[in-house]
């Protein structure tokens, strides 16, 4: 059915692009054109004068915020690693796919403040102007919803990355940030904020994006847990797979680590040789970038491994989970 109400998707249907694998991330800020894109449905092509944002639910005073209205917020900016979480469909299958950008934008609790958001409302509920079909589902729109308790300081509703106007892949004329969290939670070309009690009905919150709780045997427990915070990750940018190192030379092993809670140490691997690895304090919300010295015996073979450990405590997994250990396998002669 042709809806004339409904934003025009170019292209329709899902859509990503996956630019950099590990070894190709070597700037510490990535530039626009190699940040990751997923779109599920398409990418809306709308104008900024036809924008508008819709706050409603548990709030004193519901909103239409238009975009010229928004740009008058305080401008506040975040620096983020920025992560997709994989295939909702292959929930443990690591991807790497990631980012470190700069995102500029409104609070969304400056612009929640002025609405006043009322004692029960739990949740945020956000939804985009995409629509169409994923994984044979017919979605009226993309809609995600985050906890309030997590609005605080740093929410977005971001107009630009890396300090221009956000690309139509990555949500113009405005989307929701949500430093910390996995990509999928931060809906692009928002069209609706709705405070609520609940957790949001619809595909994207209740069949897709809940991973199962495993028990420590790795049973699965039933339960499930919303994909939500970025869970403690790391990655080798050098040496890059199938890289020689000369034996008997110090070598340099550096990466890139985060996690929600930022990371408070990283363990490198040569085999099962441990190496001394020095790690910098987190910056805003960047990523960490961390470095080991290896002086590699002439031995053929050898697979590196990092593992990072969030301030948390909380520690990146060897295998099974999204945030599995990344390894490169390199040739010592
Ligand atoms: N409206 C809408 N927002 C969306 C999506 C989408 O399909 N529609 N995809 C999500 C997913 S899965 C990810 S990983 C991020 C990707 O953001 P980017 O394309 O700007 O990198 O957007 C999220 N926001
Ligand atoms: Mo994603």
Redesign the pocket.
Known sequence: MNRPDRSALNPAGFH??IPLQPHQMLERLTPTQD???????GV?RIAPDAWSLSIEGLVERPATLRYDALLRYPRHTVTTV????GS?LAPREPTR?V?NVAWGGARLRDVLDDCGVHQQAKFVWS????HGR?DQVEVE??T?DLPIARVGADVLLAYE?NGAP??A???FPV??LVPGF?????????SRISLQATRAPGP?TTRYYNDPILDAAGRDTLRTQPVWAIAPESIIVAPAPGSTIACGAPAEIWGWSWADAGVGSVDVFAGNEALPTALEARVDRAWQRFNAVWRPQCRGEVTLSSIAVASDGAVQPREGYRNAAHRVAVTVV
């Open positions: 990503r692009r940040v990751i894109v997923l779109c599920h449905l809306p920025h992560q997709c979480a909702p796919r980012a939804s985009g102007l995409d994923f729109a993309y995600k990355l956000l690309p892949e990555n949500g989307r929701l996995y990509g999928t939670n931060s809906v692009k070309w928002l994207f």
